[in-house]
């Protein structure tokens, strides 16, 4: 975390152009009578977007008074939030993440890379071009090591990758946002790992959904009169009980007890109940023993 200090060298004043007084006027009515501090950060972040991205102590005063409130009380909020800079700042503004999931990334090789590039951390290049500045969690860990460049991401860097971005940026070149090494967002190096059924999805969530569902609700339908004539397939336990005579334990059924003897024709796939006593139902009866 950087030394938090207004800039030795300050304007005389600071006046909001009329654009954006009037805007600022607008934001302090939003609040009730009495609670216009409540405008404070919009305030001096209109300052310091007016002011080439740093926030003169004028301006602290000015937003102070507006406000009607204590200069310091608004030099503490301005002083307490990085998102403020006391200090001039490059035209590209580069805060690099330095926390322990980009530190594991290699985000201090990617300091060296500034260091090198631009030189200590709030030091202004003689061009005017780059700045930078160690902050905390961007929140954007999974894709460490990555930087903030004004209002954008830069995430997957490298060394090589970091320091090609400074040299365009400031060659004032087209540059490429976000993951650096073509991932998408967040998704995992090396592609997919988890829904990688294309049949899941047709362009249509829902409708790929409902289409599978017809899909596998048809072949169910077919599924259950292809195996009626086969009744050993079966597995559910009821039917045990019915083609065996015992429960799920082994032990004769209630039903077995009183039931009359069922007699099954795996052959031909058809049953005959209590008509040949000779012939009781048996689960191991193979049609070669009841034909013999
Ligand atoms: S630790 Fe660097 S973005 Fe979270």
Not at 93 to 103: I, K
Request: one cysteine or more; hydrophobic letters at 35%; aromatic letters at 6%.
């Amino acid at each position: 975390m950087s030394v938090r200090r207004l800039a030795e060298v300050q304007p005389a004043d600071f006046a909001f152009t009329q654009d954006n007084l009037q805007w600022a006027e607008g934001q302090i009515a939003k609040y009730p009578e009495g609670r216009q501090a409540s405008a404070v950060i919009p305030l001096l972040w209109r300052a310091q977007e007016q002011h080439g991205g740093w926030l003169p102590e004028p301006a602290i005063r000015r937003i102070a008074e507006m406000l009607g409130m204590p200069t310091i009380r608004v030099m503490e909020v301005a002083t307490f939030y990085t998102m403020f800079n006391l200090k001039p700042v490059g035209e590209h503004f580069v805060q690099l993440c330095g926390t322990t999931p980009c530190a594991l990334r290699g985000a201090n090789a990617l300091k060296d890379v500034c260091k090198k590039h631009i030189g200590d951390q709030n030091h202004v290049t003689a061009d005017g071009k780059l700045s930078w500045l160690e902050v905390e969690c961007l929140g954007a860990c999974s894709n460490a090591p990555m930087v903030q460049i004004n209002f954008d991401y830069y995430e997957d860097l490298t060394p090589e990758t970091f320091e090609a971005l400074l040299e365009d940026l400031r060659a004032g070149r087209p540059v490429k946002t976000g993951s650096q090494t073509g991932r998408s967002c967040s998704a995992p190096f090396g592609g997919d790992t988890s829904l990688t059924d294309e049949t899941l999805y047709d362009g249509s969530v829902v409708g790929s959904w409902k289409s599978r569902f017809s899909d596998e609700h048809g072949k169910g339908d077919a599924t259950v009169t292809e195996t009626a004539g086969r009744p050993e397939q079966n597995s559910r336990p009821e039917a045990t009980v019915a083609k065996s005579g015992k429960d799920a334990e082994g032990q004769p059924s209630d039903k077995a007890k009183s039931a009359p003897a069922v007699t099954e024709d795996t052959a031909s796939g058809s049953t005959t109940v209590g008509t040949s006593p000779k012939t009781p139902a048996s689960p191991g009866a193979a049609p070669s023993e009841k034909g013999a």
